[in-house]
């Protein structure tokens, strides 16, 4: 095991060396598809497995994908199992949970790289873990991160806009994803099961066209053999019916939102595939508290504050209807931002939905890094700098992400809702000048004890 550890240390301290001095963020779009970098990656994989003696040999595997709402589903799935069934790991991008142990996701991947992702899964298996629930990103069913697991499910939620920089297209993004699915059909697994959401177009038509008998869909609008209706939203829980086999159940969540619905339907699913009972199911759902960083709520001087890791377009549009439903005749203020040098797409689409569901919207930085703060922001505020905005509509663009919460704490009102979209659980900022500690939540806490 010391040898085994010593190898690990000089593969990953190699591996970063060689980063550097190849340029790797600059070069890395020119070579990754080239066969030399695959080549790469699967020769990667394979030391890390023999390093940790075939970690996930014996482990039953469950992978969820999607746009949004992975970590949601993730850990959802694995409360289920680790009440009923039995001992169950899950990696996710916000966190670690091996079984009852949770420990914070800091590698800023949802994906973990080979290394980390076979150690902590040897880790599992010392701990009596029988399930493995796991994120998979595109980028990380691109690059081969999984190379050689075969998984028992696939689960997908949706496929939105997202992560058009690395893949170029939304056909390329959709095939990354379909790899998953693939792996499951082909494999020796006994087991195979996949679920699939109707009320995705592609969802839909994956759903219809790829061939195997352990399948089910879910939808909140399409028709699904999970179908859920009389959805209520509230600011503290979600109440909903869904239905299964001509019968109705009636269910509630402290999750927040209609749509985080969609993800409690998909963790129904797998477990449904897998054996339980659906009034076995229902107990964990609803004991399953928030995830962190994902819609959480705070108060502050009687406005009401909300973080979420609202990233993407789609992501952020359905936080958003979400809370204008909510404030009633109060204001909605929104702090948002995008990273560097990653999908410039989607910069204007998100501040046009910033811009239309917001009483103020307050664009401010987040990792400008190597890209000029200025233009990012420039981008990203665009469609609300060429809008006549209406008397009751303020649009504010300010680049220090300090100051840029601290304004929206000041501002807010009793009665307001503040929304904080997109950097949450993250514990570095990189600046165009240099990398620094930085966490929104201590940022938050630290303005709530001094107000």
């Known amino acids: 095991m010391r040898d085994s550890f010593l190898i690990d240390i000089i593969c990953r301290s190699m591996k970063a060396l ?71 790991v899950s990696i996710s991008t916000a966190d670690i949970r091996i079984w009852k142990k949770r420990v914070p996701n800091s590698k800023k991947m949802t994906s973990l790289d080979v290394f980390d992702l076979q150690s902590f899964l ?10 493995a629930v796991l994120e998979a990103s595109s980028q990380g069913l691109d690059q081969h991160r999984f190379e050689g697991i075969e998984f028992d499910v696939a689960v997908l ?15 390329k993004y959709s095939a990354s994803k379909k790899q998953l699915f693939k792996n499951v059909l082909s494999n020796s697994k006994q087991t195979k099961i996949w679920v699939f959401p109707s009320d995705d177009i592609q969802g839909r038509r994956w759903f219809e066209e ?31 019916t869904f239905s299964y086999l001509w019968k109705l159940y009636r269910s509630h969540t402290q999750l927040l939102g ?22 076995t199911i229902l107990p964990s759902i609803e004991s399953f508290q928030w995830v962190d960083w994902r819609l959480q709520k705070q ?67 987040d990792d400008p890094s190597t890209e000029n703060r200025l233009s990012i922001l420039n981008e990203l505020s665009k469609p609300i700098q060429e809008r006549f905005l209406a008397p009751w509509r303020t649009s504010y663009i300010i680049p220090e992400r300090h100051y840029a919460i601290k304004f929206a704490t000041e501002i807010a009102q009793p009665g307001d809702i503040v929304l904080l979209a997109w950097k949450w659980h993250e514990q570095v900022q990189l600046t ?12 938050l806490k630290t303005i709530k004890g001094n107000s």
């Open 157 to 171: 939620t949706n496929i939105t806009h997202d992560h058009l920089d690395y893949h170029g297209n939304m056909e």
């Open 210 to 240: 790829i061939p195997i008998d352990k399948k089910i869909n879910y939808a909140c609008s399409a028709s699904a053999i999970l179908k859920a209706t009389q959805i209520i939203e509230y600011l503290d829980h979600t109440e909903f």
């Open 299 to 365: 108060e502050i001087n009687w406005a009401t504050y909300f973080v979420d890791f609202a990233h993407t377009p789609d992501a952020l549009e359905k936080t958003l209807s979400f809370l204008e439903w909510q404030k009633w005749d109060h204001r909605l203020i929104t702090v948002f931002w995008v990273p560097w040098n990653r999908d410039t797409e989607k910069r204007p689409i998100m501040g046009e939905i910033a811009w239309r569901y917001s009483d103020i919207a307050i664009c401010t930085d």
């Open 18 to 88: 060689l980063k550097k001095i190849l340029h790797y963020d600059k070069l890395y779009p020119i070579f990754k598809d080239s066969v030399f970098y695959h080549l790469f990656k699967k020769t990667e994989w394979n030391i890390a497995n023999a390093l940790y003696w075939t970690p996930w040999n014996g482990f039953f595997i469950i992978w969820v994908t999607w746009t949004n709402g992975k970590t949601t589903t993730v850990n959802l799935i694995q409360k289920i199992l680790n009440d009923n069934v039995a001992p169950t």
């Open 258 to 279: 209609a749509y985080n619905v969609n993800n409690i339907l998909a963790a129904i699913g797998v477990a449904i595939e897998m054996g339980l009972d659906i009034n």
């Open 432 to 443: 165009n000048y240099w990398k620094r500690r930085w966490s929104d939540y201590l940022e």
């Open 122 to 131: 040897s880790t599992a298996k010392n701990s009596w873990c029988k399930i």
